[in-house]
């Protein structure tokens, strides 16, 4: 039986849905009007938190840069409340881009909220098209989970090409995570928690390559994990 992933909805959910069948998994996109995180993780194998707007800055403490345009507080709520029962319940949790970023503010991490004007010697991390467009490199800890799930696809060892549409970044990581990849400018494009279920966050789209299969690897570890 293929496990069942939640994927938390978003606006483009097509390549999120098909890497997760592409990898063996049976992806649920979940219906925020009807499911319950508190039930829907007794239903469930795994959770995929997806891209799309950034989070409300209040969530960590800051006011509202200007470049934060739009904000869905109510999405905000209802991934917090969705990873935090995944998480109770030992569930695999795979997250992506603005996932990534609920992932570190709702364990008490925070963000930089524009990259670009808050931060120097920046690279281009908002390559918009087309969609797997190669952006910049990022360099993997030996030994993460990231990179041993990557050990075919890299080069040098340690480095691959990400393609990358963020204009925030961690800034403050959550305790219990380690940053696991970093852009060459230091901006932070992985976490994972050590020494647990498979909990791990990238800041790029590896589901963009779904066709060419860079990041397959990803997604097949994860739904790995969700078959345990
Ligand atoms: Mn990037």
Redesign the pocket.
Known sequence: MSPIIAVAPCRSLPDYVESIRRAGGEPRVLDPAQDQPASVVGEIQGLLLTGGVDIDPTLYGEERHATVTAIEPERDVFEFALLRAAREARLPIFGICRGLQVMNVAFGGTLVQDIESQAAGI?P?TVAAPPCAI??E?WISKGSRLWTLMQEQMVDADTCS?????HQ?IKNLASGFEVTAT?PDG?I?AIECPNSAFCLGV??HPENFWRTGEFRPLFEGFIEACRQ
């Open positions: 690279l991390h952006a910049h990022v990400v393609n990358s549409r963020h970044a852009a901006v494009e800041q790029w």
